[in-house]
Nanobody
Framework: VQLQASGGGLVQPGGSLRLSCAAS????????IGWFRQAPGKEREGVSY????????DYGDSVKGRFTMSRDNDKRMVYLQMNQLKPGDTGVYYC?????????????????????WGQGTQVTVSS
């Protein structure tokens, strides 16, 4: 599968953005799909994931209550609605697919659980 994230940009604190992730080459029928971000000089951080078998969606603690992940299987798209953005949300955002079955769902916030990565999209939150 090839993944391409889009929708990033420059937004003021408190603003919103909607990121999209388009899949090509295959369906999104993977055990899990995730969103990650990486700020300059920092490690890649898990933002959210969808576990396909039961549509479980979970979020990293820093974005819980502000971000919403969704998917459209027919369109082979995954979305990340980001509200109440903060400067700390700045970074390159990536979508990824995982072919692994993990014992603990929260492990799906670990980048090491993912196999295929798309090109990222830059999100900058600044006044």
């Amino acid at each position: 599968v090839q993944l391409q994230a889009s929708g990033g940009g420059l937004v003021q604190p408190g603003g919103s953005l909607r990121l999209s992730c388009a899949a090509s080459g295959s369906s999104l029928n993977y055990p899990a799909i995730g969103w990650f971000r990486q700020a300059p000089g920092k490690e890649r951080e898990g933002v959210s994931y969808i576990r396909t078998i039961d549509n479980l969606i979970d979020y990293g603690d820093s974005v819980k209550g502000r971000f919403t992940m969704s998917r459209d299987n027919d369109k082979r798209m995954v979305y990340l609605q980001m509200n109440q953005l903060k400067p700390g949300d700045t970074g390159v955002y990536y979508c990824a697919t995982s072919s692994h079955i993990v014992v603990r769902p929260r492990d799906l916030l670990d980048p090491d659980a993912y196999d295929s990565w798309g090109q990222g999209t830059q999100v900058t939150v600044s006044s």
